[in-house]
């Protein structure tokens, strides 16, 4: 009995300087903390922000032609696009281009089906308000020009 006792003894006191040592050597090693908003963190190459319009660079306007291939693809219904075709214009524009990214499951599958790579990731990952309702009525025809005067429906 005293035995098992005594070896507990010594089991825990090496479970504890096993601990201290790893406390010390953390210590004086330089953390990764970054003191946001005044430090920005490095993304990594891959990161998933909110789906964007990607726009054309001779135009302006978004590439998107409200083919609906990403609304239809999309697993979690969160994608809403409305088209017409502007005057004198050969293919279709988006009116309306929502998201409610309350929603999205950031799959890539609205990214993947577009057949004219009209969406993209966006590398924004400071999203930040006291609600929910601006993320779940985001307008993504509000950062590209549009063809039409009034820009959304």
């Given at each position: 009995m005293i035995k098992s006792y005594v070896r507990d003894i010594i089991t825990g006191l090496g479970s504890l300087l096993t601990g201290m040592k790893v406390?010390?050597?953390?210590?004086?090693?330089k953390g990764n903390t970054v003191e946001w908003p005044r430090q920005t963190a490095q993304l990594p190459e891959k990161f998933r922000g909110h789906i964007m319009l990607v726009?054309?660079?001779?135009?302006?306007?978004?590439?998107?032609?409200?083919?609906?291939?990403?609304?239809?693809a999309c697993p979690s219904n969160c994608i809403t696009v409305k088209g017409a075709?502007?005057?004198?214009?050969?293919?279709?524009s988006p009116t309306l281009f929502a998201l409610d990214f309350t929603k999205c499951s950031l799959c890539g599958l609205c990214v993947e089906s577009c057949p004219v790579d009209a969406i993209t990731f966006s590398r924004d990952y400071a999203l930040v308000d006291y609600s929910s309702k601006p993320f779940s009525a985001m307008n993504l025809l509000d950062d590209v020009a549009s063809p039409f005067s009034g820009g959304s429906e």
């Open positions: 406390t010390i050597k953390v210590m004086f090693t726009p054309n660079e001779s135009t302006g306007f978004a590439k998107c032609i409200a083919c609906g291939s990403c609304v239809r075709k502007p005057e004198g214009a050969k293919k279709k």
